[in-house]
């Protein structure tokens, strides 16, 4: 079934794009350094892109989603709220998912005779299902869809925070250190986040994010911190809009899950939905898993990169 754009998503959508487009054509203009310090003092302009997608995924995206999934499948899902939100609970909560990927991981390191004591020991120290809460950080939040689900323990974080609820950050630059740090905003505006905790999150969420930035070397700097932010068997997970057919952008997806292997992150799923595909990758018991993989997969077109579609695009 499929749903007509009304005049107000048009708006917004052409809002949201037009942004992406002047941010990608100022750095080709000014070098990517030059043009994130501009765009970032562009504040008035980033606080109405804001509000933009918040309103275009409130009322619009998340509207339309709920009323396919009710005559939909569960298999048939649309939503990239719920489809995160499901994989989380099957990965953390419950036991048969994690313990399968671990005991492949464990006979692979046995295989590559790599001394897995250490390993062994954080293993046996674990709890599963998960006691407490899931951290979980969101970068790129927005709006802050995930806070509504009891199990996460979000930490919400964006350059242009819609919602008081999230905070300011510059994730492409913020530091990392042994502990969060915040600071406190100024006429109720949000507080800001100047560094993350290293190994201090379940998750990290990349929803809708990469595609913002305009160079792969900015997306891979965002991939390498998502990284040492996660705890070991932590998640990274990679919602990317995508409207074709699901074969169309096999080649960038099969490059995204090279370059990641080569900071120690597995991809253990990937789904194609309507207008997303969504990805998972794990960060490994040890990175000579996933650096296995990239040797032994890699074809002649994959590198070291993150290109999307519109680096191709010469009008952009």
């Not at 919602?239 to 597995?266: E, F």
């Not at 794990?282 to 519109?310: A, N, V």
Request: hydrophobic share 35%; proline share 3%.
């Amino acid at each position: 079934m499929k749903t007509v754009a009304s005049e107000e998503h048009l708006k917004l959508s052409s809002e949201i794009k037009a942004l992406h487009s002047t941010l990608r054509q100022n750095t080709k203009k000014l070098g990517a350094k030059q043009a994130w310090h501009e765009h970032l003092q562009a504040k008035s302009k980033l606080q109405s892109y804001s509000k933009a997608m918040r309103e275009l995924a409130v009322n619009h995206w998340e509207v339309n989603d709920r009323k396919q999934e009710e005559t939909t499948s569960k298999s048939q899902q649309r939503s990239r709220i719920t489809w995160t939100v499901n994989y989380c609970r099957e990965y953390f909560l419950c036991e048969d998912l994690i313990n399968k990927i671990r005991q492949r991981e464990l006979r692979l390191l046995d295989e590559l005779k790599i001394d897995c004591t250490d390993i062994n020991g954080t293993i046996a120290a674990k709890q599963h299902p998960l006691v407490g809460r899931i951290k979980f950080l969101d970068v790129g939040s927005c709006y802050n869809p995930f806070k509504s689900f009891s199990e996460f323990d979000v930490t919400a974080v964006d350059i242009a925070p819609a919602m008081e609820d999230v905070f300011e950050c510059d994730f492409l630059n913020v530091e990392l250190g042994d502990c969060i740090e915040v600071s406190s905003g100024n006429d109720n505006k949000s507080s800001t986040i100047n560094k993350l905790e290293v190994n201090g999150y379940d998750v990290v969420v990349f929803s809708l994010l990469l595609e913002y930035l305009p160079t792969s070397e900015q997306r891979l700097k965002c991939c390498e911190k998502a990284f040492k932010l996660l705890k070991n068997e932590g998640l990274l997970i990679i919602i990317t809009p995508d409207s074709k057919h699901v074969n169309a952008n096999a080649k960038l997806m099969k490059t995204w899950r090279y370059a990641l292997a080569q900071l120690g992150l597995g991809r253990i799923k990937i789904e194609k939905l309507e207008h997303i595909t969504c990805m998972v990758f794990r960060k490994c018991l040890d990175p000579e898993i996933s650096l296995r993989w990239s040797r032994m997969h890699k074809e002649p077109y994959m590198e070291y990169c993150i290109e999307i579609p519109q680096d191709f695009d010469a009008c952009i």
